[in-house]
């Protein structure tokens, strides 16, 4: 990762400065940049007409943010105002696409970061998707469905305008995921009365593909075996330690166990749990039922389960094990967690959540050289079978479950592929300049065709 060119480093340093400047305090912005800069400023000062065109600081600037208010009234008939934005980043080389969040902790840095991370992550899919991301700091914990419902509501009277099958397509992220969804889009029929594919991750009655629900956690297991096939060896028989307990950490473990691999920790806000002996599918569906449909705490678990811990307040990242799959939230692998992997000698860690690594973590991970897949190529799948199902409402027909998933298999080892052509370097891989500069190429070319846009 370090190119320990002063040239090259004076040039980072420059164009952090003017991104910092334009943009003050929104710091995980500025990390997601970063990153993605430090990789491609040599390839750009390499080549003249992406840097005369200033392609770099075109790139980091959004097309539009869009932000509005939500009121709505909940069940004791309070009125209650929340805050909600659309992000829309990039659409050169399709229509914007990303997730909606609905998190206590959303504002517009994390949603101009990952609006940033998706323009890149959709280029790596090969599908013609561009790049946006949206949500509220709306907190979905503890409200009943009728409030949920009315808050959608109310959200979708005001994002209706801005989305449309071939303008933006929203689907869902931390706090959204189907219910949410079917809820949204039932409003938007109403307001707009059209059937249009508008969002994507809907029911499968109503429009869905099959494999939506699971295909984050299982691209991410697949790109995680691309990797480990590289390297001569496989999942099978590894142990695994996985964050999170929602949608893309369960498939995660689900994929993860079919495979032959021993998960032995899932985690949420409040802790993590421990499972030695590893997952069994019964168990797993019990963790999914609890956190999807109960809307429970795992410190459940232990309660329930002699062979299960709960360590509450800690992430799991100090058991020993050979796989990490961080599938929470941004930054929560820290530097120091980073090492603890390292020394218990991790053999790949693959990213399920956005930006799950933070600075520090990621160049421990890149200096011990252990197999690194970053978000935006590790956990591509989701938006991918996102794309699938675009086609499959463009066309007014379904594919089946196996035409689906064969296709998410077939696009997450392209984008592998892409890696490797763009990340390979000292007798490694570097997945983060592979995926860094792969995403950029397709986005860099088609805004130098157009012109001063
Ligand atoms: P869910 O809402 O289904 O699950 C989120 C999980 O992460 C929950 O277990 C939650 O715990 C935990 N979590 C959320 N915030 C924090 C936090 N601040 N600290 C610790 N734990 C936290 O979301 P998803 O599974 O959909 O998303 C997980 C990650 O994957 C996110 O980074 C998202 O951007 C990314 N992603 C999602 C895709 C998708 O298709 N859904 C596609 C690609 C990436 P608790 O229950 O306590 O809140
Ligand atoms: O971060 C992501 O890629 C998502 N939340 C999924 C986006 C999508 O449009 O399916």
């Given amino acids: 990762m370090a190119h320990r060119n002063p040239a090259v480093e004076d040039e980072v340093a420059r164009f952090m400065r003017g991104l910092i400047r334009r943009n003050e305090g929104e710091t995980q912005f500025h990390q997601a940049v970063h990153e993605v800069v430090e990789s491609l400023m040599p390839f750009v000062l390499e080549h003249r007409p992406y840097r005369e065109a200033r392609i770099l600081e ?15 009234e909940d069940d004791a008939h309070n009125v209650r105002i929340n805050r909600a934005w659309r992000v829309q980043f990039n659409n050169c080389i399709g229509p ?4 909606l969040r609905f998190h206590p902790s959303v504002n517009l840095s994390i949603l101009k970061f990952l609006g940033f991370e998706q323009v890149f992550k959709n280029s ?5 998707m561009g790049g ?8 979905p914990k503890g409200k009943s469905d009728r409030e949920v419902e009315r808050f959608c509501q109310s959200l979708m009277i005001e994002l209706h305008r801005h989305i449309g099958e071939d303008t933006d397509v929203p689907a869902g992220d931390i706090g959204v995921g189907a219910r949410e969804i079917s809820v949204l ?5 109403r307001l ?11 029911g499968l009655n109503f429009g869905g593909s099959l494999v939506r629900t699971e295909a984050t956690g299982y691209g991410c297991v697949y790109f995680c075996e691309n990797m480990l096939n590289h390297a001569g060896d496989g ?6 330690a996985i964050s999170g307990s929602g949608n893309v950490a369960i498939y995660a473990a689900q994929k993860s166990i079919t495979l032959g691999a021993r998960v032995v920790t899932l985690s949420d806000s409040s802790g993590f749990i421990h499972i030695p002996g590893g997952l069994d599918h019964d168990l797993l569906e019990f963790i999914r039922e609890l956190k999807e449909e109960r809307r429970g705490r795992i410190a459940e678990m232990a309660d329930r389960f002699d062979h299960v811990s709960f360590h509450k307040g800690q992430r799991p990242w100090g058991v020993p094990v050979d796989v990490a799959l961080p599938c929470a939230t941004e930054n929560e692998i820290s530097g120091e967690d980073a090492q603890t992997l390292v020394n218990n000698s991790v053999r790949a860690v693959c990213e399920g959540a956005n930006m799950p690594t933070d600075w ?15 978000a935006k190529a590790a956990n591509a799948g989701g938006v991918a079978v996102s794309g699938l199902e675009q086609s499959q409402n463009a066309l007014r027909l379904s594919w089946s479950a196996h035409e689906v998933d064969s296709r998410l298999q077939t696009i997450m080892h392209d984008i592998h592929e892409t890696c490797l052509r763009h990340g390979s370097e000292n007798g490694g891989v570097n997945y983060v300049k592979g995926a860094n500069i792969g995403g950029f190429l397709k986005i860099a070319d088609a805004m130098l065709a157009y012109g001063i846009v």
């Fill in 58 to 72: 075109r790139l980091t600037e959004p097309d539009r943010v869009l932000i509005f208010r939500v009121c709505w």
């Fill in 360 to 374: 520090d973590g990621m160049r421990a991970f890149l200096d011990a050289g252990i197999l690194y897949g970053p």
């Fill in 124 to 128: 790596l899919t090969g599908l013609p």
């Fill in 185 to 189: 889009f039932g409003q938007y029929l």
């Fill in 192 to 202: 707009a009365n059209r059937y249009a594919g508008i969002l994507t991750g809907k």
């Fill in 235 to 240: 999942i099978e028989g590894k142990s695994v």
């Fill in 132 to 139: 946006g991301k949206g949500g509220s700091n709306f907190n």
């Fill in 96 to 99: 914007y696409k990303g997730g």
